[in-house]
């Protein structure tokens, strides 16, 4: 039931009025004086109260019809407000600039996916790999060439293009359909340059036999294969995915390492087609019961050295997790690290979090953290200061109070020089520490430790709110993933690309991905 009650209390008509006058800087700094167009607060100056985005802000001087404040270290784009005798009067938006903010060079009109965005990866040959759900990026899409779920572009966001004029198609060029009702969570590069992608779907360019994980040629084309197949043809055949493996439930997360590609995800059985006891109506499939964990080689053949018990009849899987991984991430050393709502794996305790060691598959007896209480649901790793974050729902980690945000070491040890302080009005689901030490994070929160931080915030290494890097307004959505990367002009900017399910970024519109600029 909506209330009748109003949100704010009601002003009293005509009592303050502010002018049709944007702010005089347009564009303001912390600590800058700005000068707002206001009506019937000359000679009340002590009696109002002057807000940012609800911030409190320091009046200046009321003179006439022009108030002056100075804009405080801690506010960020929003609009103004005036309270006066226990009502609020509001005004145009004040729009404050720091050490970040999108950068000019992204096009937040024409950069958009039609759809949400699971993951960016660096290219060998330069820009970028976007992978997710989406149905179209920068308009490409046409009855030509779909735009679905994967897709190339450069350093600013734009789609990258092979060929001019009539000729134009997207650079990885998936063909008419692409990939059909479903999405890629995950996608990565084979020695040979070729894309393996993973996730949950069955049907390319019309092209069946796929069961949530494939491979394409470089350029974007299905890598098929012309199979010989039982029958009673003179030469029966029958073309197929030259990758001959799947999964019969989501493939998470790919890892190419240099003995293989390790597929996580939430399945219970991996297949592959015996196309020599096929025929084109019926094919074979071969199934082996292992979960979650599992390494194939490169043409989708599995590895009978990883995670698998030859000791049983039939061989399948040593016992995985007793719930859901969502997340992992490969760490120094062979490991790899996976994160859930799982509290056993293996038959042994595992409190949401495990290690795994890619020599064998198994979970690595030396890692054994007391976890936190409740899910995990993202981790990122940052290889210059070798530390990992934690997002989740989880209130404590190791038997210390945490907030949902915890920094620890390779050996799932909390780092106690990083305290992510209380949040309010949500919760964080995202975070991720740049090579400089700052740590970005994001969720649908609209506080952190008592000041106003719409979505999306910096923090210092130690936690503590990092100045000039917080002015940004409203942010909306989800992030999922983000890559880094330096200026090739000036050595104190960098730049972050930040993908996911987002619509508004710093209070503008934005299509599931925006490069933001940083400076030092």
């Not at 917080?470 to 890559?483: E, M, Q, W």
């Amino acid at each position: 039931m909506v209330s009748d009650e109003p949100l704010y209390p009601v002003s009293t008509k005509g009592l303050v009025s502010f002018e049709d006058a944007p702010p005089t800087p347009a564009i303001a700094a912390e600590g800058s004086i700005v000068t707002v167009k206001v009506n019937g607060l000359e000679g009340k100056q002590g009696q109002f109260r002057f807000y940012i985005n609800q911030t409190p802000a320091d009046i200046v001087s009321v003179s006439g019809n022009e108030l002056r404040i100075r804009i405080p270290i801690t506010a960020s784009t929003g609009s103004c407000a005036v309270e006066l005798d226990g009502q609020f009067y509001f005004g145009p938006v004040i729009d404050i600039r720091g050490k970040l903010n999108i950068d000019p060079a992204f096009n937040t009109t024409t950069n958009v996916a039609v759809g949400e965005i699971r993951g960016i990866t660096p290219r060998a040959a330069g820009g970028y790999m976007i992978f997710g759900s989406f149905r179209n990026y920068q308009n490409q899409a046409s009855a030509l060439a779909a735009v679905t779920g994967l897709a190339f572009i450069d350093n600013n966001g734009a789609m990258l293009i092979s060929g001019t004029g009539d000729n134009a198609r997207p650079a990885f060029n998936i063909g008419t359909k692409g990939i059909e009702f479903g999405t890629v969570n995950s996608a990565t590069f084979a020695p040979d340059g070729k894309i393996i992608a993973g996730g949950v779907f069955g049907t390319v360019n019309s092209r069946t036999n796929i069961s949530n994980i494939t491979r394409f040629h470089a350029a974007g084309a299905l890598d098929t294969v012309n199979y010989d197949i039982a029958g009673t043809a003179a030469d029966p055949k029958a073309i197929g995915p030259a990758f001959n493996g799947g999964f019969s439930g989501t493939v998470t997360k790919l890892f190419a390492t240099t003995s293989g590609l390790v597929v996580v995800g939430n399945y219970n059985d991996y297949t592959n087609i015996l196309y020599e006891r096929s025929t084109i109506e019926s094919p074979y499939i071969d199934r082996i019961r292992i979960s979650q964990v599992t390494r194939l080689n490169f043409d989708g053949g599995i590895d009978s050295s990883f995670n698998l018990n030859l000791g049983t009849r039939p061989v399948s899987g040593y016992t995985s997790a007793n719930g859901f991984i969502y997340d992992g991430i490969q760490l120094p050393g062979n490991k790899l690290l996976l994160v859930g709502n799982f509290t056993v794996f293996e038959n042994q305790p595992a409190s949401r979090i495990v290690r795994i060691d890619l020599t064998t598959g198994r979970k690595d007896p030396g890692f054994a953290p007391a976890g936190p209480n409740g899910s995990i649901s993202k981790v990122t790793y940052n290889s210059t200061t070798r530390k990992l974050i934690l997002a989740g729902e989880f209130t404590m980690y190791n038997g210390q109070p945490v907030n949902g945000i915890v920094m620890i070491d390779e050996n799932g040890n909390i780092d106690n020089t990083f305290k992510f302080r209380p949040v309010e009005g949500g919760i964080p689901n995202f975070a991720a520490q740049l090579k400089d030490g700052k740590v970005m994070v994001s969720g649908t929160f609209n506080k952190y430790d008592g000041i106003v931080r719409a979505g999306f915030m910096v923090l210092n290494p130690d936690g503590s709110l990092a100045v000039g890097y917080n002015n940004l307004g409203f942010f909306n959505g989800r992030i999922n993933d983000y890559v880094e990367f330096s200026s090739d002009t000036d050595p104190n900017v960098y730049y972050v690309m930040l993908v996911g399910i987002f619509t508004r970024f710093d209070s503008k519109n934005v299509g599931n991905i925006v490069k933001i600029r940083l400076q030092n």
